[in-house]
């Protein structure tokens, strides 16, 4: 079993940056494939980022490439996401999921993802 905890959410205005975190307790983060989505009201989880186990390659939407950078430390069992030149549009409740990976496809489907976190919110003010 893994136990994940999102914080680091708020209200920051368009332009804005916020970094996210990704606790994980009960297993070694490590050995687990990381995403990060977003479900804003009335819509559909998306898939924003991930970083899979080793060698730590990432992967994003095209609506925050560049803008958004996805890390992890293992020694902290932690996972990141850096938020920057945030826009309304990106106002959701983030989540982070840990799974294993079939293929580098899966990485964007949510059934490929065990375990999730509780969401913190993220408020873009325009």
């Known amino acids: 079993q893994v136990q994940l905890v999102e914080s680091g959410g708020g209200l920051v205005q368009a332009g804005g940056s916020l970094r996210l975190s990704c606790a994980a307790s009960?297993?070694?983060?490590?050995?687990?494939?990381m995403g990060w989505f977003r479900q804003a009201p009335g819509q559909e989880r998306e898939f924003v980022a991930a970083i899979s186990r080793r060698p730590g390659s990432t992967y994003y939407a095209d609506s925050v490439k560049g803008r958004f950078t996805v890390s992890r430390d293992n020694t902290k069992n932690t996972v990141y996401l850096q938020m920057n030149s945030l826009k309304p549009e990106d106002t959701a409740v983030y989540y982070c999921a840990a799974g294993r990976w079939a293929t580098v496809q899966a990485m964007g489907v949510k059934n490929t993802y065990d375990y999730w976190g509780q969401g913190t919110q993220v408020t873009v003010s325009s």
């Open positions: 009960g297993r070694t983060l490590g050995t687990y494939d």
